[in-house]
């Protein structure tokens, strides 16, 4: 079993970012966080020939509060990361396997909250190859 689940995107870089967000959104998926990860190396370590990476946190907020409702200490894997980045073959998309982390998690309850994001997720990475 992966941890994630990946496509590569045609597209320009910012353009995918954008696509990628629309897409969680029409499933249900805000967009709390987004980490610049190029400029964070950048500012930070002083380099600056780093491929454009960006992790997206998204958050369906009655699933996440599903989730927390029977665990309470589920937000320290909240919310679900997705990359977007770019290699020598294009721009890539890859998402937590919902599955694969709350599998870490000892409670049944989740299992359906799992299947559910893991539909989700998947629709979006098919969306984002149309």
């Given at each position: 079993m992966?941890?994630y689940?990946k496509?590569?995107v045609e ?10 967000t ?5 499933e ?9 990860v190029?400029?964070?190396f ?29 665990e ?11 990359a977007?980045?770019?290699?020598d073959?294009?721009v ?24 559910e ?13 149309e």
């Open positions: 992966t941890y689940d496509r590569h597209g320009e870089f910012d353009a995918v970012v954008e696509r990628t629309e897409a969680l959104g029409d249900g998926f805000g967009v709390l966080s987004d980490i610049d190029s400029d964070a950048a500012k930070k370590l002083d380099i600056e020939d780093y491929p454009n990476y960006r992790i997206l946190g998204a958050c369906n907020p009655p699933l996440a509060k599903q989730g927390l409702d029977a309470e200490n589920l937000g320290v894997l909240l919310p679900c990361n997705v977007v980045y770019e290699t073959e294009g890539v998309v890859s998402m937590v396997d919902p599955e694969a982390m709350l599998s870490v998690v000892d409670n049944a309850e989740m299992d359906d909250i799992a299947d994001v893991q539909a989700r997720f998947d629709r979006v990475l098919e969306s984002l190859g």
